[in-house]
């Protein structure tokens, strides 16, 4: 009959559309792994796709004409409480060093593509090759994107993103669900910054507003960072003859914990191998800050974050230590237990920078303290915007801090590689 007919059409309708509504890509992202010569792809579905796969080619390519290389990915569905969905991931291999590569990510039973994409890798080189990111934490989705707007317009100019943390602002919801977190903000976050992050790599840590009720498996299941612990709450990683070195501080940092012990390994086996490179650092939370903020007062974790890194740090000579967490702007002279070490030209400790500024809803803080401390560089800013980076050779960096939505420089300093 008639009925029977509309009927069976309604639910081919209903099947076709749950079957594209499931595997449709949404938050693809791309980011730097362990390996110089390979691209991690990431990307959420909503249900579990039945044949997740990545497509690459060094030129471009029609996704639905299965032309290109094929690479099986994986899934890790989501366990936290109250979410749901799946990570789908796979690493691009064997990549050559200055080339552009064309992705699309889907799924191959299904037929569902998303667009075509590009990236272009690294130079791979022990040696330093000039190249700029930028660097910002305490973001959040929905009230302030001028950042993400900004990175967007001089993607041309940019290799890589480094969010120290802070990246959604999923928690700051009302009602039970704030325990757990909100993924409708967390999923429009990452929807935000696709136009960045599916073209230069997006390199995180946790902030703390990215772990809800003590868990951070929507940190590590959405971003999947290189596995120096499980779940990439710290690890390192190369581009262009910098050395990464990520830390959390929103995970146990004490003298014997697991973390500090992988820091000093990691910072140990780096400098053995390369005694003059460049290494840079960073954190969620800073051991310096002067505004008037809780976190950069008196307080006993934050002399604790110092007592166990700041020594490492030193030790094994990091030359900048970029954090966020409080909502200011600050950079300060090369520094060692609360005193001046050497100059930008001759640094004899890490140079600390904080880069909270990013616009997240809980605005800036309102104030600094009263005098500066003593390795001020004299530069403290309550405004928004991201920190620039030019790593232009084996002896120089650029920091620029930029503000977000008129591109004013507000800050810029050259510093020189130190030997401490
Ligand atoms: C890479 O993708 C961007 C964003 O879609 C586009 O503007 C650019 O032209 C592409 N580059 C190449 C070499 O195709
Ligand atoms: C930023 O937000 C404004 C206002 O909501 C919107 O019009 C614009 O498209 C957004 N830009 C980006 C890059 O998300
Ligand atoms: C989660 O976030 C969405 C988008 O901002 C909002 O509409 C919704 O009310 C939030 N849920 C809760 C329980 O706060
Ligand atoms: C590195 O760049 C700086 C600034 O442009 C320049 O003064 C310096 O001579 C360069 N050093 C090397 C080793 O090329
Ligand atoms: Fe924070």
């Not at 499931?22 to 044949?51: C, F, H, R």
């Not at 004409?65 to 994986?74: F, H, R, V």
């Not at 697991?258 to 490179?277: D, M, V, Y």
């Not at 309102?366 to 800013?381: K, T, Y």
Request: net charge negative; with cysteine.
């Amino acid at each position: 009959s008639d009925m029977f007919r509309s009927a069976s059409a309604l639910i081919v309708v209903l099947l076709v559309a749950s079957v594209l509504g499931n595997s449709t890509p949404q938050s693809i992202k791309i980011s730097l792994t362990e390996d110089q010569a390979s691209m991690q792809v990431t990307w959420y579905t909503d249900s579990e796709g039945s044949s997740p796969v990545v497509q690459f080619d060094s030129k471009g390519f029609d996704p639905s004409s299965l032309s290109a290389s094929l690479i099986q990915a994986k899934t890790v569905e989501f366990t936290e409480k109250l979410w749901s969905g799946y990570t789908n991931y796979a690493t691009i291999s064997q990549l050559s060093a200055n080339t552009v590569y064309y992705y699309a990510v889907g799924d191959q039973k299904t037929g569902v593509w998303s667009e075509l994409f590009n990236f272009t890798t690294g130079a791979m080189s022990a040696d330093v090759v000039p190249f700029n990111f930028v660097t910002y934490g305490d973001m959040g989705e929905g009230v302030d994107n001028s950042t993400v707007h900004n990175v967007i317009n001089r993607l041309d100019s940019l290799q890589m993103v480094l969010h120290v943390g802070d990246i959604a602002y999923a928690d700051l919801q009302s009602g039970n669900e704030g325990k757990y977190g909100n993924q409708t903000t967390w999923n429009m976050f990452l929807e935000e910054i696709t136009p960045i992050a599916t073209r230069i790599p997006y390199m995180v840590c946790p902030g703390n507003h990215d772990i809800f009720d003590g868990v951070s498996s929507n940190y590590q299941n959405s971003f999947m960072m290189p596995q120096g612990s499980s779940g990439g709450n710290w690890y390192s990683f190369d581009y262009n003859g910098v050395h990464f070195v990520g830390i959390s501080s929103e995970t146990d940092y004490s003298s014997t914990s697991p973390q500090i012990a992988w820091l000093e390994s990691e910072l140990k086996s780096f400098r053995k191998a390369n005694p003059t490179g460049w290494l840079i650092a960073f954190s969620h939370r800073p051991y310096y800050c002067s505004s008037d903020f809780g976190w950069c007062k008196d307080d006993q974790s934050r002399y604790a974050l110092q007592k166990t890194v700041e020594p490492l740090f030193y030790q094994y000579n990091v030359d900048l230590f970029i954090a966020g967490h409080s909502h200011e702007y600050e950079r300060f002279l090369p520094a060692y237990q609360n005193e001046v070490a050497g100059t930008y030209e001759d640094p004899k400790g890490p140079v600390s920078i904080v880069i909270g500024t990013a616009g997240c809803q809980e605005g800036l803080n309102p104030s600094f303290q009263e005098p500066a401390p003593s390795i001020s560089s004299g530069v403290r800013l309550l405004t928004t915007g991201f920190g620039q980076v030019s790593v232009i050779n084996s002896t120089h960096i650029q920091w620029q801090f930029i503000k977000d939505n008129t591109n004013e420089i507000l800050d810029d300093i050259y510093f020189t590689k130190g030997t401490f």
